[in-house]
Nanobody, 125 residues
């Protein structure tokens, strides 16, 4: 059984920072691309960031580039999302997900085969 468990969400003022973690079990973590998506009420799930299996190739949505940093620790089977300069429009439930290398466009949620239940991030103005 594969489990992805997000943590680290919360309420923060605009301009603040949060660090999300996603701990995984039941999959060969170092064989998978890991991604973060978010979904605000009434909106579609949106790509945020992804990172290659080795950790040396990150991908970012334009809206979070230079504010968010994705990283991973293959020894701990955990992926992180460091979020700085948070804005009210970053408010959403944040999900982590795993995908096999070569499965397609990592900006697209359909290539990810396992998902966590999400963690709420709320940014007040």
């Amino acid at each position: 059984q594969v489990y992805l468990v997000e943590s680290g969400g919360g309420l923060v003022q605009a301009g603040g920072s949060l660090r999300l973690s996603c701990a995984t079990s039941g999959l060969t973590f170092s064989d998978h691309v890991m991604g973060w998506f978010r979904q605000a009420p009434g909106k579609e799930r949106q790509f945020v960031a992804a990172i290659s299996w080795s950790g040396d190739l990150p991908y970012y949505a334009g809206s979070v580039m230079r504010r968010f940093t994705i990283s991973r620790d293959n020894a701990k089977n955990t992926v992180y999302l460091e979020m700085n300069g948070l804005k009210p429009e970053d408010t959403a439930v944040y999900y982590c997900a795993s995908a096999r290398p070569g499965s397609g466009n990592y900006y697209t949620y359909s290539v990810y085969d396992h998902w966590g239940h999400g963690t709420q991030v709320t940014v007040s103005s």
